[in-house]
């Protein structure tokens, strides 16, 4: 058991996709007590607005807003990383350094082609860290074969059939801090950036995140909700339990 487990790790192809498709899940269960530690691919340098730089300033402090234990950037090329061993490798080292019970990942197919291919890429990340004769090491040191219980896509823009939502209700106001934290990417009344406006930059992308999630949070009587698909059908020990 290495000392920065966690129960659930977010795997992104972006700094800023977790914030926005899956944050208050995370907050929700860090309030519960649980640890969540959440690693980029790339530091979205091919974005129109900000830099690398400011991104990585602006995911810590959405990291921060979130409760989160640790998180990791890859440095894979934004816009161009590919399907190979060495990928496959990188974040498999991640998901045996962090052994995490749940693993939250990228959508299956979206707008922007860098999620889908993500998805893939982490989806069988997942399952080669559990290959015990694969070697890996962190820090200098060995790390042992660890496969996430359960493997969640994160719904992202384009709207998918989620197979179960999570209540984030009162967790609403704390994503949107985490959101706003990226405020070279995203419109708050607090900026005054002169950059180019984008799809995202509006206060109307802000508005329609709202909407999916009132849209989510509706089918389980809920003001606002997370949408997820799993990679196989989960179970339940209580059947009581499910809203």
């Given at each position: ?6 129960d659930?790790?977010a ?11 899956c944050s208050g899940?995370i907050?929700k ?18 974005g ?6 400011l991104?990585m ?7 921060d ?6 998180r990791?950037?890859l440095s894979?090329d ?27 990942i990228?959508?299956?197919e ?12 982490i989806?069988?990340?997942c399952?080669y ?13 060995p790390l042992?074969s660890?496969?996430?219980k ?6 992202q ?7 179960f ?6 967790e ?6 985490a ?26 992308f802000?508005?329609?995140?709202e909407g ?8 389980i009587?809920?003001?606002y ?8 059908t989960?179970?339940?020990?209580d059947?009581?339990?499910l809203?």
């Amino acid at each position: 058991m290495t000392k920065e487990k966690v129960d659930i790790l977010a795997i992104a192809a972006h700094p800023d996709d977790v914030e926005l498709s899956c944050s208050g899940t995370i907050i929700k269960h860090v309030k519960q007590g649980k640890k969540a530690a959440i690693v980029d691919l790339t530091k979205g340098e091919l974005g129109t607005r900000g830099t690398p730089e400011l991104r990585m300033k602006e995911a810590a402090k959405a990291s921060d807003v979130m409760g989160v234990s640790y998180r990791e950037n890859l440095s894979m090329d934004d816009g161009f990383f590919q399907y190979t061993k060495e990928n496959i490798i990188k974040i498999a080292t991640q998901i045996r350094r962090f052994q995490p019970e749940v693993a939250l990942i990228n959508t299956p197919e979206d707008r922007h082609p860098d999620h889908g291919r993500a998805a893939k890429l982490i989806a069988d990340a997942c399952f080669y860290s559990g290959l015990r004769k694969i070697k890996m090491e962190w820090d200098g040191e060995p790390l042992e074969s660890w496969r996430p219980k359960a493997v969640y896509h994160y719904i992202q823009d384009r709207y998918l059939q989620p197979d179960f939502v999570v209540d984030i209700s009162a967790e609403w106001d704390t994503k949107l801090e985490a959101i706003e934290a990226f405020s070279s990417q995203f419109f708050s009344e607090k900026s005054d950036s002169k950059e180019p406006e984008t799809p995202i930059s509006s206060q109307s992308f802000i508005d329609f995140l709202e909407g999916r999630a009132a849209q989510f949070g509706r089918s389980i009587n809920a003001k606002y909700a997370e949408g997820f698909i799993a990679v196989r059908t989960p179970g339940v020990d209580d059947i009581t339990s499910l809203l």
